[in-house]
Nanobody
């Protein structure tokens, strides 16, 4: 069983930065793809970025060039550095670990970007 705990959300102005972190407990972190999703109020959850077990990142087009995902397998953490934030980035951000047919989710952390 894997448990995920996000931290780092908050309220910022457009153009500012935030750093989200996700700590995983349980076994198998290093061998699985981990990533971030977000859910704006009233909308579907959407993929933001993932990073493979060997450190290869992928980004949604909307965040490419502004967000950076990284992982530390020794500490069982995955981080999302968000720069150049826009109001449309406002959402609850969820950490995800994919293990075959099973997805594990954190409880989410809210990010609000004001104009």
């Amino acid at each position: 069983q894997v448990q995920l705990m996000e931290s780092g959300g908050g309220l910022v102005h457009a153009g500012e930065s935030l750093r989200l972190s996700c700590a995983a407990s349980g076994s198998g972190f290093s061998i699985n793809t981990v990533g971030w999703y977000r859910q704006p109020r009233g909308k579907q959850r959407e993929w933001v970025a993932t990073i493979s077990s060997d450190g290869v990142p992928n980004y949604a087009f909307s965040v490419r060039g502004r967000f950076t995902i990284s992982r530390d397998n020794a500490k069982n953490t995955v981080t999302l550095q968000m720069d150049g934030l826009k109001p449309e980035d406002t959402a609850v951000y969820y950490c995800n670990l994919n293990h075959g047919w099973t997805d594990y989710w954190g409880q989410g952390t809210r990010v609000t970007v004001s104009t």
